[in-house]
C-alpha cells in the first residue's frame, strides 16, 4: 500500500534534530512570519568577550535588502541575547537570543496556505506535518538561516583568539567561475555586492545576475570556503570526519546541491602519483606537505594544511514568472510569480556558509581539548 | 605558540564517536592488523529474519582479491553474530558481531612505523593520539569498512520488506563516465568485474584501471547511488535534512572528496525556471513531480520520488612505485612501493555506498515512526 | 598537585547539556536576573491544541507567593511561546518560549557577588566557569524551573490525549509524613496550600512550615508522585531503564537528595517471597500484578501497573539567619540573612515533579512508538 | 483500547540506548546464554596502560560461586580485548572486549520459554519485543553487569592517574545495617565474603544471608560508595547534574530500587540551619566545607569534598521455593524453585556499583577538560 496516502491520514510526524553539533549545540526555533526565530548556544566557553558589533557585521551580510542584485525586502534582525552574558562576556550558560519578525507582510502568501509551490517544501511538511505553517514558507523559509549566523560569530568569537580564520566568497554564477584559487584572493579587501573576490570576474557575475533578475528568473552558483590556522587533530578518524561534518553542515544550508573539498571532484580523474601531497620538514621544524590535494584533512583528522571546500548552490525556486502547480485537493493550479526574491542566493550565503563552519570547527576544537 | 609542537609533547587525544546513526545505532571498532574488527548495531526492530547467505553475498561484492582490477590481497571475512538473534530472528537487543583477523602480514608493515605515508592518516593519528598501530593503517585501514557493509545488510533485510530498493554502481572511473542515468541501468543484471552496468563503458573503464595498475599507479573514480520506494516525510528540516545526513555518511567513507545529490554540482549553472519541478497528480492520485532536479528531497524531507546521488573518490594514496616522505623524526626517507593494493577503488566501494545509504534510510524511517 | 587550585586559574570551564531527552528535548536557558528564562522544546507531535490555560494552571503551582507558607517574592511568570505553534496547534517544529524576568531586585544579591552562600552553587559555579552571574544565583536559582514546568505542561496536553495521568503530592515535610499510600489519595480533590491530599496531615505540616518560617529556619519534605494508565513497554533495558531516565530526572531538580520508586528503600530489608508480583490475569484478559512493589517496572520495562515514586528534598539553603561563611578572597565573613525565601521547598516543587515525569514519559513513549 | 494488546499483535519493538556515557561511552552487547557478551568503550584517552590483572582482580569480585553466600553457579569470566590496544597501552580507538559464555546449562532454563517468572522482566520484554531469548533471562540477566565491569575496570586505570579513588562496600543486608560512616571504613584491609568492611556486622549480615538461603528465600541489601580526590568542577548544572548522572547509573543497575547521595533521605527531616555546609579555609588555603552534607556536590558540580551515596536492592526474584505464576496464554501455572541463585545479591554488586561511578566520573572529567 501507498505509504503517502497512509502519510496524510495517519501521521503527524514532526521535527527533530534541531540542534547542530556535539557538545557546542546551537538548537535554532522559528518560522518566517511567527513572532521570532533564534536560538541557543549551549557549551560555549565562558570569558569571550561577547562582540555585538561583529555579530551585527555578519548578520548585515547576511540580510536581505543589502545591494540591488539581492530580494528588496527589508528586515531590521536586531539580536537580542536573552542569557548566558554577564559584564559583556559570556558565562558558560546557555546563550539565548532572539529576533524578533518584524514588518511580515502576511498577506503576500496567502495563495500558498493551499498550494504547493514547485520545488519547495510545502508539500513535504504538508505530509509530513499533516498541515504547516504557510506563511513564507513557516520553519522551511531560509529565514531560518539568521540563527546561524549569529551562533557562528559568536563562535568565530572564540576562534579569531585562537588565530583561526574563516573565509568564504562566491567562486562561481552560472556558467561564470573565477579560476583564481583562494590563495590568489585578498580577504582584506572590501567586499563587492556579490562577494566574488576576483574583480573583473565578478562584474561579469553582477550582469548575469542582473539579467537573470529581469528575466524574472534564478540561477544557481558556488559558495567557495577557506579555513586556516588549525591546529593538528581535529575530526575523528570513521563516521565523523573533520570533512564529513563539515559537509553535512553546508548540506543543511538551504538550496544546497553538493560539497566537496580538497581536490574534490576533480581527483576523479587524477592519478595517485599526481594526488598523493609529499611531506616535508619547513624551516621551522613543522610537518607541512608540498601541494595540499588533501584539503587540509587525511583519514578525517585537520593535518595543519588549509582546509578548503566548495559549496554547489541551486537556483531559488521563487520566481517572478507563473507556473503551473497543484493544489492540497489535487486540482492543477497556476501559481502567481513573487517579486520579492532573490534572483541568486550566493551572495547572501556567504556569511552562512562561514558560520557553519566556525560551528563545526570550535565543537571540534572543544571536543579535541578534552583528551589533551 | 604552535599547536602542532604542543600536540607531539601534552596531546595524547582520542577517537569519539565511532557511532553512526540516532536511533539506529552502529558503533565499529577493530584495526587492520588487531584480533577482530567488528560493530554493535543496536536499536534494530526485533522479529526480522536474519539472512545470513546476503550478508555474505554483500561482503564477497567488498573483499579483497575478488578479480583482477582489485588488490590480490586474500581476506575471508567470516562474520559472526554474538547477540542479538535466537531462532533465526532478531530479538531487539543489540547484534553485535565479530571478523576475525586473518592472515595479517605484519611484516608487510614494519616500514611504515616510523614513516608517514604520503596522503595516509599515518602522521594525522601519529599526533592526534601521541603513538598509534601502525600495522597496515591499524585503525585508519579500509578495512573498517567490512564492519559498514554488514550493519548496511542488516538494515537492508528490513527495508527489502518495505519495498525500499537501494543501488550502487560506478558512474566514471578517471575521465572515463557513463553518459546513461541510473533510469537507463538494469541492477537485475549480473555485475561486471568494474560494477558498471553500461556494458560498453564498463569494458573501458576496465582497461584503464588495468592500465593504470601496470604503470603502479592508481586512479580515482565516481559511485552513483539511487534510493527507490521511499515514503514521503523521512529527514529533518533544518539541520538534519536526509540529504545532509546521507551526504555526511558518504563523506565518512574512506577516500571519499565530495557528495551531490539530484541535479548537484549541475545545477549551478541552471536556470530556476528550468530547474522547478513541476507537481501533477497522476493516474493514482499520488503527487509527483515531472522532473527530479529536487532529487527526492525538498526541504530536507523526502517527497517520494526517487533520491539519487554521486560519490567522489580520490585516487588510491598507495602506490607501486616510490615516493619520497618524512618519518617521525623528520628526516627525509625513500618510501618503497607496495604490490598489494588497489589501482582504483570504486569496484569494490560499491556495496559500503549501498551500506551507509542503508543505515541512513533505517535511521529515519524509524524516526518518523515515532510520530505517526 | 591540587586540581582546584589550578583551576582557578587555567580553567574557564562551561555549561553543557542543557537539554532533557532523547528525542523529545527539552532545551532551557536563562538566569534568574538576567532578560529572561525559557526553552525550546523540540520533537514535540504536530496537531496537538495548546491550551495556554492548562500550562497558567501548573505555573501558578509553582510560582512564588501563592500562600503563606512560601516566599512572599511576586513573579508574573506569563509565558510566551515564540514558535511552533500556527492556528492554535502545534505545527511540529520547535517550541520556543520566553518568560520575562521582572520586578528583579538586583541590589539585594549585591552582598553575594563576593560571598560564597553556603549550601549554594557559589563556589562551585565561580571554580567552574571563572567567574559568574551572581544575582539571585544566576542559572543555578530555582528560576530556572518555571522552564520546565512549561514544557511538561506541553508534554501532558499529549499524554492526557492519551489517558496517561500524572499526580505529585507531598507526602511528608520534616518528621510528618502521611501514612496512607497514593490508592487512598483523592485528586479530583482542590489542593490544599502545602499539598498533601491527607487533610488531617496537611495541617500538621502546614504549622510545621509557619513554625519553621517564624524561627528564621527552613526544613526538607518529599514529594511523592503517580503516574496511571501507561502503556506496557516504555523504558529501555540496559543503561536507560525508564526508572532510571525518571530517577536521572527527579534527581536534576534543585535541592533533590534521594530518588526511589516502587517498595524502594523499604525493599532493602524484604524477603524475596513477600516481595515478588505475582501475575494473574484480570477479567478483561489483561496480565497484572497482584501486589506492586515492582513499582510497574520490571526489567526497566513498564509493565502496565501503576508507576509510583519518592523524591527526597532538602532544607531550603537560603536562611533569614545569618551564618559564616568565607568570600573568595578566602575571608572569613559574617553573611546577612535574607527575608524573601520559600521555609519548604515541597509544595511549590509539585507541580515541577509533574512536569519532569511527563517528559520522560512522553519521551519514551515516542521511542517505542518508532518500533511499532 | 488496551494497548497492551495492541503491542502483542502489532508492535514488535526493540532496545535501544545500550549505551552510557557522553563522550565516553560504553555500548553493551550480550544475552545470557548467546554465544558471548561484550562491549565497546569508545571515548577512551590514548597511551594508557591496560593492566589486565587489575581488570580480572574486579572481574573475580563479580563472579559468581566465589563464596558460600553467592550462587554456586561457575562461570569464567575470561575477558579479551578486541581492538584499541598496541604495545599493552591504549590506542584512542575504540576498545573492544568479548567474554565468551561458556558451560551454558541451557537446558535449565527450558520452563521459562512460556512462563512469565514473577518480578522479572519475562512479561515485559515478550510484550516488547513480540518474543524473546528466555534462556537465562537473555539480555534481562545480570550476567550483562560483567560488561559494565570491564569498562569500569579501564575507567579506574585512568582515574588511580589522577588519584582519584571510588571504594563501594556493603552497608546493609535485610534489617542489619552498620552504624559507622564511610570514614571509618578501612578499605585498604582484605574484604570479608559480604563485603562489609564493619567486622562484626559483617558476621551478621553473612549469618543472616545463610539463614534467608536455607529458607529458599532472598533478602535486599544496601551497597555504599564513596568517590575521593574528585576536581572542583566536574557535573552539569541544569538536568546532566554530577549526582543525576550517578543516579541514573546506579539505578540501571539490576535489582535497584533506590539511590540517595550525601544527607540523601534523612535531609527532609533535617532544618537548613543544621544542614548547611560552612565554608572555610584550610591552612593549605582550600575551600572546604566543615560538614558534609551536600555529598561532594552542590548545583550539581563537585565541590572537592567527598562524594558519598546509597544504593538500595531489592531481595533476588529467583527463589528456591516454587510460586504461582501465568504463562504466555494466560494460564495458572505452578513455577518450580530454582537452586542456583544468589540468596542476597548486594556481596556481588559492589563492584558493579564502582564499575558504574568509575565510568561516570571518567566521562565528567573529559567533558570539564574540554573547556579547561
Known amino acids: 500500500m501507498y505509504f503517502g496516502i497512509l502519510a496524510i491520514i495517519f501521521l503527524h510526524l514532526l521535527t527533530y534534530m534541531n540542534t547542530q553539533g ?3 549545540r546551537l ?5 518566517s512570519h511567527g513572532k521570532a526565530i533564534g536560538g541557543i548556544l549551549d557549551g560555549f566557553p565562558s570569558g569571550i568577550a ?8 555578519q548578520m548585515r551580510r547576511r540580510r536581505p535588502g543589502q545591494s540591488r542584485i539581492t530580494t528588496p525586502r527589508k528586515e531590521k534582525d536586531k539580536v537580542e541575547i536573552l542569557s548566558g552574558v554577564f559584564e559583556g562576556k559570556s558565562t558558560g550558560t546557555p546563550l539565548a537570543f532572539v529576533i524578533q519578525n518584524e514588518d511580515a507582510q502576511s498577506k503576500d502568501y ?5 498550494q504547493f509551490r514547485p520545488s519547495h517544501a510545502d508539500y513535504t511538511y504538508e505530509k509530513k506535518y499533516g498541515f504547516r505553517d504557510y506563511r513564507g514558507g513557516g520553519r522551511s523559509s531560509a529565514r531560518e538561516t539568521a540563527v546561524r549566523v549569529v551562533a557562528g560569530a559568536l563562535a568565530q568569537l572564540f576562534l579569531r583568539q585562537k588565530d583561526i580564520q574563516i573565509h568564504a566568497y562566491v567562486s562561481q554564477v552560472g556558467n561564470i567561475a573565477t579560476l583564481k584559487s583562494y590563495k590568489e584572493m585578498d580577504f582584506t579587501q572590501k567586499e563587492n555586492i556579490v562577494r566574488c573576490p576576483d574583480a573583473v570576474v565578478s562584474k561579469q557575475m553582477i550582469s548575469l545576475i542582473e539579467e537573470v533578475r529581469d528575466a524574472g528568473d534564478t540561477i544557481g ?4 570556503g577557506v579555513i586556516q590556522g588549525l591546529p593538528v587533530g581535529l575530526g575523528e578518524p570513521v563516521f565523523d570526519k573533520f570533512h564529513a561534518e563539515l559537509g553535512k553542515a553546508m548540506l543543511g544550508i538551504n538550496a544546497v546541491k553538493g560539497f566537496d573539498y580538497g581536490s574534490g571532484f576533480d581527483a576523479v580523474a587524477m592519478r595517485g602519483s599526481s594526488h598523493n601531497d609529499i611531506f616535508y620538514n619547513d ?18 583528522i585537520t593535518n595543519g594544511e588549509d582546509v578548503y571546500f566548495r559549496v554547489a548552490f541551486k537556483p531559488v525556486a521563487t520566481l517572478m514568472n507563473s507556473q503551473k502547480t497543484i493544489d492540497n485537493q489535487g486540482n492543477s493550479v497556476q501559481m502567481e510569480g513573487k517579486g520579492r526574491h532573490d534572483p541568486c542566493v550566493v551572495p547572501r550565503a556567504v556569511p552562512i556558509v562561514e ?6 570547527v570550535l565543537d571540534f576544537y572543544l571536543l579535541a581539548s578534552a583528551y589533551r
Chains 1, 2, 3, 4 share one sequence.
Not at 552558483?221 to 567557495?224: L, T
Not at 621551522?284 to 606537505?289: E, K, Q, Y
Not at 558560520?355 to 563545526?360: F, I, Y
Open 355 to 360: 558560520a557553519m563552519a566556525a560551528l563545526v
Open 283 to 300: 624551516e621551522a621544524g613543522r610537518v607541512r606537505t608540498q601541494s595540499n590535494y588533501s584539503g587540509g584533512v587525511q583519514g578525517g
Open 110 to 114: 496567502s495563495h500558498i496556505a493551499t
Open 22 to 24: 556535539k557538545i557546542l
Open 50 to 57: 561577547i562582540d555585538m558589533d561583529f555579530i551585527s557585521t
Open 27 to 31: 538548537t535554532s526555533f522559528g518560522e
Open 221 to 224: 552558483g558556488v559558495v567557495s
